[in-house]
């Protein structure tokens, strides 16, 4: 959005300071009063999305038609449309932005990676204006379609989902903007131009619609305290009284507590009375744009319990020692200058004959959680895909029927140290580790996983390799990803199955896959 040259007047003197109260000449950014301004061609100028009115430089927006009502500012492509003259009573303003997923016309599934309402915005640095949501008005299309998985929209090359209410209801919804979205810190003048797309968030399958349907779309201010500034957790710390949501059921809690943070300081405190109870937190937090991210706190899980971490579709479980443990997890690429929510949820392991009203009275408490750059999480597009980091792993299930867990053994280990183990001891007890990651666009030839395996055939890999070798030596395989769906986020997950009829819930020797260096590569052998 053009933010206009404002008339420079003389601001200051050699004997006076050089602080602008309004539009002036400057020299630097910091002659420039006003938080909105910076200086540009040696005038003070309101940066991009916010215009001068009553004297100050206040927020306007980025958008151009966020309401879908004129014809040509967005782009569309495949079975996205704009209809700007939509006129109905609930509507918000004239027009809505159309996602049809069409009916394919022969049988199978297609990637809609390229169904797309899309513009270029100017963002500003966030250093010069404040902390940004999107909002977002949509709705699941007519009551005759299958219904749509949402759509997600991508700014600074971080996607968040939106997920509509049913036919006919519109649903109005807010993601905060995390660092990726806004300006770099390192760039001049009112703003830099980014992609903001909105793309339709599912896979269309044949004989089968969806509808889904924008009404209103912009990027506002955020409201106090709705928001974790860039590189935090919101009240990570549990000093306050703000920033943390609770759920609980039965006499099983989650809430502040005094003392029992790190150094007698207040903490996160969960209790679950029974077995299948249910006890959890939601906090946000904003991960900085760094090469590899990670999730960092202070924490103490009871014998017997789990904790599952959730963080937009990366899920992660960690078993209790009982001790008040430092504890760091990788998370995945795609949170990368991301704001979004944690959801920590503290639940009991079910080992066979346990029954639901159980007594298990486990506490645990969480405290001081941040987020940092963790070289050891390394730097491909799959987050510690060797499992060396010394850090934990977003996509474990440490189960005690199935489990999914690093293992720190150089004799199990392809390269290094360390591998993922996926075994189980039960039969049709599946487990799966899941890596979200963001391929750039293919040079010499297509994107694909790389990844080694072994096993002795005591259970099998899913999805299964063609002409799959169990022989308990390391095997590398290939699996193309093609690019149609480049800096857009996938879901790399690799599991185990029994290789055989099995009558489930049989007692079995423990077998085992092992997993190791999983990398996002760029194959030559992939390109058609």
Known sequence: MAVGLVVAVACGSEDTPRVCTGPCECEVESDCADPHATCNAEACECVAGYTQQAGACAWTGVIADPGFSTAGTWGTTEFAVIRPDTMAPELRDPGVGLFFGGVMPSCGERETGLDRIDQLV??????????????????????????????????????????????????????????????????TGPGVERPFEIMHDEFRVCFETSRLELDHVEILPAAPGECAAPGSVLNGDAEADTGWHFIGENASTAGYAPGIGVAG????????????????????????????????????????????????????????????????????????????????????????????????????????LAVID?????????????????????????????????????????????????SRTVTCAGVSWHMPFVAPTATSGTNAIAYYYKGTGGVHLAPEPDAATYDGQWHRVVQCMGDSLAGFPRRFELGIFDPAPVTCGQVVPSAAIYIDDVQLVDEPSCRI
């Open 122 to 187: 100017t963002m500003p640095r966030l250093s010069r204006a404040e902390l940004l949501v999107t909002e977002l008005t949509l709705r699941q299309g007519t009551e005759d379609t299958h219904p749509s998985n949402g759509n997600a929209i991508g700014l600074g090359g971080v996607w968040q989902k939106f997920y509509p209410d049913y036919y006919p209801a519109w649903s109005r919804q807010r993601r905060c903007l995390g660092a990726a979205a806004y300006a770099p810190d390192s760039s």
């Open 265 to 368: 300081s207040r903490g996160i405190g969960f209790h679950l009375d029974r077995r299948c109870d249910y006890a959890g937190a939601r906090v946000a937090l904003s991960i900085p744009d760094v090469a590899s991210p990670a999730l960092r706190f202070h924490g103490r899980i009871p014998p017997g319990a789990l904790a599952r971490l959730s963080i937009d579709d990366a899920t992660t479980v960690l078993a209790g020692t009982g001790t008040l443990d430092d504890t760091r997890v990788c998370l995945p690429k795609t949170l990368r200058g991301a704001a979004t929510e944690l959801s920590i949820q503290l639940f009991a392991q079910n080992p066979n004959g346990s029954a639901c009203t159980d007594v298990v009275a486990h506490d645990a408490v969480f405290d001081q």
């Open 374 to 422: 963790d070289p050891t999480c390394g730097t491909n597009a799959i987050a510690d895909g060797g499992f060396e980091s010394p850090a934990e792993t977003f996509g474990l299930a440490p189960f005690a029927t199935a489990s999914a867990r690093k293992v720190r053994d150089p004799a199990l280990a392809h390269a290094g140290t360390a591998a993922l183990e996926m």
